[in-house]
């Protein structure tokens, strides 16, 4: 299966932990994406990168969150002393850059935490 | 901030009949595309139209983007039971690339 895929499906912690999840995307894809999604809500853009670049990061990530693609494969999204608000399914997409494409983004199956 | 709204919120029909689902978004866009998603699961992309485009078919699915207002539909035809799933509508900004701005979904129910 050449998708992108996402580590852990399910992750469940205690509030106050840090946690770590990995998205690994399609490998011709020079972009990838970080997207949160509550329940019964579209999903909500966090920030992406271009190659190893980290291109533009959404207000909604707090200083609590860093992500990295430090070799512009796969990358990591930390989360630092997690509160029950950051409960939700993590997303991950990654697209091949190009105007002809559209801006098509492939997505992983998620992550879902929960915070307790 | 969710650029849009799917419209309506839930729809539940028959197998076999149509759905028609709404979007619209707020700000000037290159393209829309439609996901769909199962429950828990992640997005699958289902189709995009250029913002120079009118209507687009693929299979069972038409799309219809209106940018005068603001607006798109996707007609789902011959429904199954395997449609049952949320569908968002999604828009980048005017440079394309960008990340992807969702509405809150049509949440669609089809009964055998």
């Known amino acids: 299966d050449t998708g992108v895929s996402q580590d852990p499906r399910h992750k469940i912690t205690k509030r106050g932990q840090n946690v770590t999840f990995r998205c690994d995307p399609i490998?011709?894809?020079?972009?990838l994406y970080w997207y949160r999604q509550t329940l019964g809500q579209g999903p909500e853009f966090l920030t992406y990168?271009?190659?190893?670049?980290?291109?533009?990061k959404s207000r909604l990530l707090s200083d609590r969150f860093s992500a990295e693609r430090p070799k512009g494969s796969f990358s990591t999204l930390e989360i630092q002393r997690t509160e029950q608000g950051d409960s939700a399914m993590y997303l991950c997409a990654s697209s091949r850059e190009g105007r002809a494409r559209g801006n098509e983004q492939f997505f992983g199956p998620g992550t879902r935490l929960t915070v307790l | 901030s969710q650029q849009g709204e799917e419209d309506p919120q839930a729809l539940s029909i028959q197998e076999g009949e149509n759905a028609t689902m709404n979007c619209s978004y707020k700000?000037?866009?290159?393209?829309l595309q439609w996901y769909r998603q199962n429950s828990g699961r992640g997005l699958v992309h289902l189709i995009l139209?250029?913002?120079?485009?009118r209507e687009k078919h693929s299979g069972r699915l038409r799309v219809t983007l209106d940018t005068s207002k603001k607006s798109s539909s996707l007609l789902i035809t011959a429904s199954r039971a395997a449609d049952t799933a949320s569908y968002f509508c999604a828009t980048d900004g005017r440079s394309g690339n960008t990340p992807l701005v969702f509405g809150k979904g049509t949440r669609l129910s089809v009964i055998a």
């Open positions: 490998s011709e894809h020079n972009r």
């Open positions: 700000t000037s866009i290159n393209n």
């Open positions: 990168f271009q190659n190893e670049a980290q291109l533009e």
């Open positions: 139209i250029r913002s120079n485009e």
